[in-house]
């Protein structure tokens, strides 16, 4: 998606003799071109002949690639809106819900609207394989137990959580230094002064998020205003191509002033226009082609994570911070207080808030995390 805007569809053509898609959106595969079907790798001798050799892991990026990117993107927008403007045609409901792998792909769900007759879009938030344990969880409450269908999915804060007592007893055990705050003012006011002056924060509250979305519980949060953070983010903290954009968190207040767009985006899976006169205040989560994949933050969804955006708002006059996954590439999102220390002693995470916990790197042994005592004993 991010690297289709670096490039041109000049390979559009040949993606059409592998997808043929009829007016209705039907579609089928011409499999001369994959042998995924029946061997571990994706692409056949006839698909390599057409675009290239495979890309190595470390090989650089090169105009080829990002042009396939751009063409890659452009077939999969084009068959997605025929599918979808057939379905209006059957059903004639203003309302659309969407599940599955494509439905992750944020650059084509923020065109839906304009190149669809719908007018409201819901994204299952895990809408990838994961989703299929939701769909079993909700389908044996619903049709086995005949409970109401009354459940609506405004939060995807559901995974394991850790009290205060079991991170103190995690920091205390490892003789890892912290501060402690007394209340969440304190922690969140000196939060959002660190991020101001540029520190990366290793962001661990609450439950962790349900999809492939960090949405403010276990986040790598920084500066969107400082024009080097994409970098040092992408160089020092998650270890990926420099092309990879960071999404933007804003409070749900405040998004029609920096957005092009009257829809919001509480699971960050729209990509939206950013304003002309914004993207200069906010450069390092504006992508290349003036748009950023936003998380609209309300006080209700979320309390402490908005109420840090505000607090970032009131020192920089921008109610918006980079979220990213606290991740690297390669690595699950952090779950436990382990996970998140490990990432952070690991890479150019500068703290890590952890419940009501400070934590800062430069005040820790770097080795302290290869200690057998991270193992759970309990």
């Not at 983010?233 to 933007?248: S, T």
């Amino acid at each position: 998606m991010s690297l289709a805007s670096f490039g041109r569809p000049k390979y559009l053509e040949d993606f059409r003799k592998i997808l043929d898609v009829k007016d209705d959106g039907s579609f089928r595969l011409n499999m001369d071109y994959f042998v995924y079907h029946y061997k571990t790798k994706m692409p056949s001798k006839k698909f390599i002949e057409v675009f290239g050799p495979v890309r190595g892991k470390t090989e650089k990026i090169t105009q080829r690639h990002k042009d396939i990117a751009a063409s890659l993107q452009k077939i999969v927008e084009e068959t997605v809106f025929r599918i979808l403007n057939q379905l209006y045609k059957e059903t004639r409901c203003k309302n659309l819900c969407m599940a599955g792998g494509v439905s992750l792909n944020s650059v084509l769900n923020g065109k839906i609207i304009k190149e669809t007759p719908f007018k409201k879009v819901f994204i299952q938030p895990a809408a990838s394989d994961a989703g299929g344990s939701l769909g079993a969880a909700i389908y044996f409450y619903n049709s086995i137990l005949g409970k109401k269908r009354n459940y609506v999915m405004d939060n995807v804060y559901l995974g394991p959580k850790f009290t205060t007592e079991d991170i103190r007893r995690f920091l205390e055990k490892n003789s890892i230094k912290f501060k402690e705050f007394e209340d969440n003012d304190e922690l969140v006011k000196k939060t959002a002064e660190l991020i101001y002056n540029n520190k990366i924060i290793g962001f661990f509250q609450g439950r962790l998020e349900f999809g492939p979305r960090a949405l403010g519980n276990r986040s790598i949060l920084a500066n969107p205003c400082n024009p080097k953070m994409k970098d040092i983010l992408n160089k020092k903290v998650k270890h990926r191509e420099e092309f990879r954009p960071f999404a933007p968190s804003i409070t749900y207040e405040n998004y029609r002033n920096f957005f092009d767009t009257n829809s919001s985006s509480p699971f960050m899976l729209f990509v939206y226009p950013i304003k002309k006169e914004k993207q200069k205040l906010v450069p390092s989560i504006t992508h290349i082609d003036g748009t950023g994949r936003l998380q609209t933050v309300k006080k209700n969804q979320n309390p402490l994570f908005w109420n840090l955006i505000k607090e970032f708002e009131k020192i920089s006059e921008v109610p918006i911070l980079i979220n990213t996954s606290f991740n690297v590439r390669g690595e699950p999102i952090v779950c436990a207080p382990e996970h998140a220390y490990k990432c952070m002693m690991g890479t150019g995470i500068d703290y890590l808030v952890i419940d009501k916990f400070l934590v800062s790197k430069n005040d820790n042994k770097k080795d302290i995390w290869d200690s057998k005592s991270f193992i759970n004993e309990d």
